[in-house]
C-alpha cells in the first residue's frame, strides 16, 4: 500500500503550481541552498611587451612557492573581474585579459586561468602576501608551480604559438 501511495504522489505535481508563482528571488535562494558549495579562485598568466611570464613568490603556499598572480572571488564578483582586481592588488599592473585558458576542479574549489598582457614595468608587489617577484621564459621555468598552473601555462604556450594544445584538440569523426 505504501508503494502505491509513493508511486502516485508525484513532488513536481504539488510543488510546480508554487515555483512558476515564486518570485525570482525566492528561486533563486532556494536553488543556492539545495546547491554544493565550493570556493571559486583565479589565476592570471601575465606576459609582458617581451613574451615573459610574470611569477610571484607567495608568503603563504608551502608546497608550491612561486605561483601566477590571483586570489579567491568575492561574493557577487565575476572571476573576469577578480582576476584583474587580484593582478592590481599583487603587482599594481593593469592587466587586459586577453583569453580564458584554464578551468580545473576537485570538487571543493575551481580555478578559472586567464591569459593577460601587463606593461612592461616592474610590478609593486603587495609585501603583506608576496616575498618577491620574477619575469621567466614560459619556454624555461626554473621554478614548480602547482600543476593546474603548470597546465595553463602550457594551454597559454600553444595558444599563443598558434596551435591547439593536445588537451583541447578536437576529438576526431569516424567517417
Known amino acids: 500500500m505504501r508503494r502505491w501511495v509513493l508511486r502516485q504522489f508525484r513532488w513536481e505535481r504539488w510543488l510546480l503550481p508554487f515555483w512558476k ?14 546547491s554544493a558549495k565550493f570556493l571559486v579562485g583565479v589565476a592570471a598568466v601575465c606576459l609582458n611587451e617581451r613574451g615573459q611570464v610574470l611569477l610571484l613568490e607567495h608568503r603563504f603556499h608551502n608546497e608550491y612557492p612561486w605561483g601566477l598572480p590571483g586570489g579567491w ?26 583569453d ?8 571543493e574549489w575551481v580555478e578559472v586561468c586567464y591569459l593577460c ?7 609593486v608587489i603587495q609585501q603583506s ?19 593546474s598552473q603548470m597546465q595553463a601555462l602550457a594551454v597559454a604556450r600553444a595558444r599563443l604559438a ?10 576526431p569523426q569516424d567517417r
Not at 598582457?117 to 610590478?123: H, Q
Not at 598558434?162 to 576529438?171: D, I, N, R, T
Open 129 to 147: 602576501e608576496l616575498k618577491g617577484y620574477r619575469w621567466a621564459d614560459p619556454n624555461d621555468l626554473d621554478v614548480e608551480l602547482k600543476p
Open 21 to 34: 508563482r515564486a518570485p525570482l528571488a525566492v528561486r533563486r535562494r532556494l536553488i543556492w541552498l539545495g
Open 162 to 171: 598558434g596551435q591547439p594544445h593536445p588537451f583541447f584538440a578536437p576529438v
Open 117 to 123: 598582457r601587463v606593461p612592461d614595468r616592474e610590478p
Open 73 to 98: 572571488v568575492e561574493r557577487g564578483e565575476s572571476p573576469l573581474t577578480c582576476v584583474v582586481r587580484e593582478v592590481v592588488e599583487e603587482t599594481g599592473l593593469e592587466p587586459t585579459v586577453l
Open 100 to 107: 580564458l585558458l584554464w578551468v580545473d576542479s576537485d570538487g
